[in-house]
C-alpha cells in the first residue's frame, strides 16, 4: 500500500472541517500549505480530482461523473491509503465509494466503507455553522447510504440509514425555515427504503401549505398512495384546490397564475373532478391575455423591395380587370414544399416547441402528436404571410390603376355555376370594402364564397354530400372536409396545403375563417384579407379554364 504525506493527510483533515460540501474539502486541500517534494503534489492532484468526481446512477450501475477510463493504480491505491488513514467520515465515504466503482479491492467492504462513512458524516454536517448547506449535504449522503445499503444488502446499515431519514424529517418539520426540497427528497428516499411515509407526507402537506409553497404541498400530496374511493378523492381534491388557491391567491400574478390555473385543470381532467376543471376553465377563459405580463418580441420583416416591383410590374402587364385579378393568384408550390431545400434558413424563435395562447382565453393548445415537423410548417406559414403582403400591394394597385365598379367587377368574377351572378355581386362587394379598408366587413363577405367556390369546383368529382341514411340526416361537407377533399378531386396538393394554413388549420395554421367567423380576434391585417380573397380568385381561376385540375384516375 502506497505510503500517506503526512502534510498532504493533515491538510486534508484541516479542509474536511466543518465542510457541507466536497468541493469545499477541495478548495481547502488545494489552498493548504503543504510539504511541496513532487510525491506530496502528487498525491493531493489524485484526492482533489477524486474530491471533485460526483456519482450518477443508482445501486450496483452507480458511477461516477468525470471518472477517466484511464485512471491508473497508482491513483487508486492513493486513494485506498488515505481512506484508511483519515478519520473524517465525510472524505472517508467518498473515497471508499469511489474505490467501490472503479472496483478496486473487496467490493463489499468498500460498499459498507462508504455507507459508514456517509452515515457518520451525517450529524457532523448537521451541526456545522452553514445550517442549510448542512442539511442539504446531510440529505445527500443519507440517500448515497441507502442506496449502498440497498444495493448490498447491509441490513444493519439499512437500518439506521431509515432510522435517520426519519430523525432528519421530522427536524425539518419542526423547523420553520428549512426548505421542502430537503423533506420531498428524504421522503422519497424514505418511499424507495419501503417505509410507510404517509404520516410524514401529510404533515409536510400541512407544513408546506402556504400559497408560496404551492408546488411543495401538491408534490406532497402526490406521494400520498391510497384506493379509488372517498379517501383518494379527498386528496385529488386538495391537490386541485391547492393549485387553484394559489392562482386566486394574486389575481395580478400574470403567467404564474395562468400555469397554476392550467395545471389545475389538467389534474382536475385527469382525476376525474368535474366542478374543479369547469372551475379552473371559467378562470382562464375569463383571464385577459394583456394580464400575463409578456413582452412581445417581434422579428422584422424586410421583404426586398425587388419583390414588390415584380409583383406591381404584374399587373401592369395585364390587358384588363379581369386578367390582372387572375395575375394575383400566384402559386405557392414553393412555400408548401415538405422540405425546405434550406435546412438553416430559420434559425432561434422558428425553432423553439411551444405552446400557443388561444385569444379568447389564454387555453394552452398543443399540436397532435403526429402533427408535421413545426418548424417546417412555421416556414409555410411564414412563406404566406410574405406572400400576402405581395398580394395586398397588387390588389392596391389594381384598385389605383382600374378603379373598379360593382359592375366591372361582378363582370370579371361571374361563373355560371361557381360564382353565378348574385353570388358574383356579394364577392365583388367584398373587394369594395377591402378597399375602403373595411376590412373586417371584406373577410366576412369573402370567406362563404371561398367555401362556396370550392365546393361547386368539387361536386363533378369528390362527394360532398352524404344522403340520409334512416335516421341519420345527409351531410354537407364544411370547408375543412372540402379542403382536404381537393388532392384527391386532381388540385394541387400544394394549394390545398396552402387553404389548410390558412383558413382552418387550428394549431399550427393563420386559421383565419374560424378566428374571423367566431370573432375570437379583432381587424385581421390587411395582407391576411388580402389572401383570402386571394384564395377566391384561385379557384375561380380554375372555373373559368385558367388552370386544369389533373384527370381522375379510375
Not at 394 to 410: T, V
Request: proline share 5%; aromatic share 4%; charged share 25%.
Amino acid at each position: 500500500m502506497r505510503q500517506v504525506e503526512p502534510s498532504v493527510l493533515d491538510a486534508l483533515r484541516e479542509a474536511a472541517k466543518d465542510a457541507a460540501s466536497y468541493e469545499a474539502v477541495a478548495l481547502g486541500l488545494a489552498a493548504a500549505d503543504i510539504d511541496t517534494t513532487t510525491t506530496a503534489a502528487h498525491q493531493r492532484d489524485v484526492l482533489l480530482a477524486a474530491l471533485r468526481l460526483r456519482p450518477s446512477g443508482t445501486g450496483k450501475a452507480r458511477s461516477f461523473t468525470g471518472m477517466l477510463p484511464e485512471v491508473t493504480t497508482d491513483q487508486l491505491e492513493i486513494c485506498s491509503a488515505y481512506a484508511e488513514a483519515v478519520n473524517t467520515p465525510f472524505v472517508v465515504g467518498r473515497l471508499h465509494h469511489l474505490l467501490l466503482v472503479a472496483e478496486h479491492g473487496r467490493k463489499h467492504d468498500h460498499a459498507r466503507g462508504a455507507a459508514a462513512g456517509y452515515l457518520d458524516a451525517v450529524p457532523l454536517l448537521l451541526v456545522g455553522p452553514r445550517r442549510l448547506a448542512g442539511l442539504r449535504g446531510a440529505t445527500e449522503c443519507l440517500c448515497w447510504a441507502a442506496d449502498l445499503a440497498r444495493s448490498f444488502n447491509l441490513k444493519d446499515l439499512h437500518q439506521r440509514v431509515t432510522q435517520d431519514m426519519v430523525a432528519l424529517v421530522e427536524r425539518v418539520l419542526a423547523d420553520s425555515e428549512d426548505d421542502p426540497q430537503i423533506v420531498d427528497r428524504l421522503l422519497e428516499g424514505l418511499r424507495v427504503q419501503r417505509y410507510d411515509i404517509t404520516n410524514l407526507a401529510e404533515r409536510a402537506a400541512r407544513r408546506f401549505s402556504s400559497v408560496g409553497y404551492v408546488h411543495a404541498r401538491v408534490g406532497f400530496l402526490k406521494l400520498l398512495k391510497a384506493e379509488p374511493g372517498p379517501r383518494r378523492t379527498a386528496i385529488d381534491s386538495q391537490i386541485v384546490s391547492a393549485l387553484l388557491d394559489a392562482a386566486d391567491a394574486d389575481v395580478n400574478a400574470g403567467f404564474r397564475r395562468h400555469l397554476l390555473l392550467t395545471q389545475a385543470a389538467a389534474e382536475a381532467r385527469d382525476r376525474g373532478l368535474s366542478e374543479l376543471r369547469e372551475r379552473a376553465e371559467l378562470a382562464l377563459q375569463t383571464t385577459d391575455p394583456d394580464s400575463l405580463g409578456w413582452t412581445r418580441i417581434r422579428r422584422g420583416l424586410a421583404t426586398p423591395r425587388a419583390l414588390f416591383n415584380g409583383a406591381r410590374a404584374h399587373i401592369d402587364a395585364a390587358a384588363d380587370l379581369r386578367d390582372a385579378l387572375w395575375r394575383t393568384t400566384a402559386d405557392v408550390h414553393q412555400a408548401m414544399r415538405d422540405q425546405t431545400d434550406d435546412e438553416h434558413a430559420q434559425e432561434g424563435l422558428l425553432r423553439i416547441p411551444r405552446t400557443r395562447i388561444n385569444t379568447a382565453g389564454p387555453v394552452q393548445v398543443h399540436p397532435p402528436v403526429d402533427a408535421d415537423d413545426n418548424r417546417a410548417v412555421e416556414l409555410q406559414v411564414l412563406a404566406l404571410d410574405i406572400l400576402g403582403h405581395l398580394t395586398a400591394h397588387q390588389l392596391d394597385h389594381i384598385h389605383e390603376r382600374f378603379a373598379p365598379d360593382e359592375a366591372e367587377l361582378i363582370t370579371a368574377l361571374v361563373h355560371d355555376t361557381a360564382l353565378p351572378p348574385p353570388r358574383a355581386r356579394t364577392l365583388a362587394h367584398a373587394f369594395r370594402y377591402y378597399w375602403l379598408d373595411e376590412l373586417d366587413a371584406a373577410a366576412c363577405v369573402a370567406l362563404p364564397q371561398v367555401e362556396q367556390i370550392l365546393r361547386q369546383l368539387l361536386r363533378d368529382r369528390v362527394p360532398v354530400v352524404s344522403v340520409p341514411k334512416g335516421h341519420t340526416p345527409g351531410t354537407v361537407d364544411q370547408l375543412g372536409g372540402l379542403i382536404r377533399s381537393m388532392p384527391a378531386a386532381g388540385f394541387p396538393s400544394d394549394w390545398s396545403r396552402a387553404l389548410e394554413l390558412l383558413l382552418v388549420d387550428p394549431d399550427r395554421g393563420m386559421n383565419l375563417r374560424n378566428d374571423i367567423c367566431h370573432g375570437l380576434i379583432d381587424t385581421p391585417p390587411k395582407h391576411h384579407v388580402a389572401l383570402i380573397l386571394q384564395a377566391a380568385l384561385y379557384l375561380l381561376s380554375y372555373a373559368h379554364g385558367h388552370r386544369t385540375p389533373a384527370p381522375l384516375t379510375q
